[in-house]
C-alpha cells in the first residue's frame, strides 16, 4: 500500500490569489491524480499528473487555472489560481501504485474555503 | 451520457442487519468496479474490487455483486457495525482505460 501526504488540510484564500497544494508518497507509483470534491458531490477528475511531462486534464480543466508539477515518482502539486469562492473545495491528490495498480490510494485532502 | 448512479438518500439501518448499497451505471464499459469507504474530513479508502467478468467478491463482512446486463452493482455489509457508518462510493474504470471515475456516495448510518 501507499501512503500519501497532502498539505495544507485546509487553508483560507482570497479571491484573485493561488495556492499550491502538494502531495507526497511514501512510495514510488505509476499514476497520480488530482480530484475536486464539492459537498455532497461525488470526486471529479481534474488531470492525471504525468512525471516529466504536461499532466492531462479532463473537460472543463485547463493548465493556466490548474498546473500541476510531477517532477518525479513519489512527489506532485496542484496551485489553483486566480482564486474565486467558485474554486471553494476539498482537493485530493490520489495514487495508484506498481504493485496495485488498479486501486487507488488518497491522500487526507486540502479543504479550500475562498472569500 | 455517462453516469453513475447511488442512492443519493441515507441509509438508516440497526446494528447486526445487513446494509445493501446499490450503484447502476449507464453508457459504460467497465473494466472493472470498485467500491471505496469515505469518513468525514478524509479521503476515500479502497475495498473491494470487482472484474467484468466476476458475479460475485467477498472479504470479510463485505460482499460485492456485478451485473453486467442490468449495468449494477450491489454493495453489502453483514452483521453492521456503528463503525460501519461512512459514506460508500462505486467507481467504475472503463475498458481500455486507467482514469476511475466516481459515484456522489451513500451515506450509510448504522445505529446501535
Known amino acids: 500500500s501507499a501512503v500519501i501526504s497532502q498539505k495544507p488540510s485546509r487553508d483560507i484564500c482570497q479571491r484573485g490569489t493561488s495556492l499550491t497544494i502538494q502531495c507526497q508518497v511514501d512510495?514510488?507509483?505509476?499514476?497520480m491524480f488530482w480530484y475536486r470534491q464539492q459537498p455532497g458531490q461525488s470526486l471529479t477528475l481534474i488531470a492525471t499528473?504525468?512525471?516529466?511531462?504536461?499532466?492531462?486534464?479532463e473537460s472543463g480543466f485547463v493548465i493556466d487555472k490548474f498546473p500541476i508539477s510531477r517532477p518525479n515518482l513519489t512527489f506532485s502539486t496542484l496551485t489553483v489560481s486566480n482564486m474565486s469562492p467558485e474554486d471553494s473545495s476539498i482537493y485530493l491528490c490520489?495514487?495508484?501504485?506498481?504493485?496495485?495498480?488498479?486501486?487507488?490510494?488518497f491522500g487526507s485532502g486540502t479543504q479550500l474555503s475562498v472569500l | 451520457s455517462q453516469k453513475i448512479e447511488q442512492n443519493s438518500e441515507a441509509l438508516n439501518i440497526q446494528e447486526g442487519k445487513t446494509a445493501t448499497l446499490t450503484c447502476n451505471y449507464t453508457n459504460y464499459s467497465p473494466a472493472y468496479l470498485q467500491w471505496y469507504r469515505q469518513d468525514p474530513g478524509r479521503g476515500p479508502v479502497f475495498l473491494l474490487l470487482i472484474r467484468e467478468n466476476e458475479k460475485e467478491k467477498r472479504k470479510e463482512r463485505l460482499k460485492v455483486t456485478f451485473d453486467t446486463t442490468l449495468k449494477q452493482s450491489l454493495f453489502h455489509i453483514t452483521a453492521s457495525q456503528p463503525a460501519d457508518s461512512a459514506t460508500y462510493l462505486c467507481a467504475l474504470v472503463a475498458t481500455g482505460g486507467f482514469k476511475t471515475i466516481f459515484g456522489a456516495g451513500t451515506r450509510l448510518f448504522v445505529k446501535a
Open positions: 512510495s514510488q507509483v505509476t499514476m
Open positions: 499528473a504525468n512525471q516529466g511531462s504536461e499532466a492531462t486534464y
Open positions: 490520489s495514487a495508484m501504485g506498481t504493485a496495485t495498480n488498479e486501486k487507488l490510494f
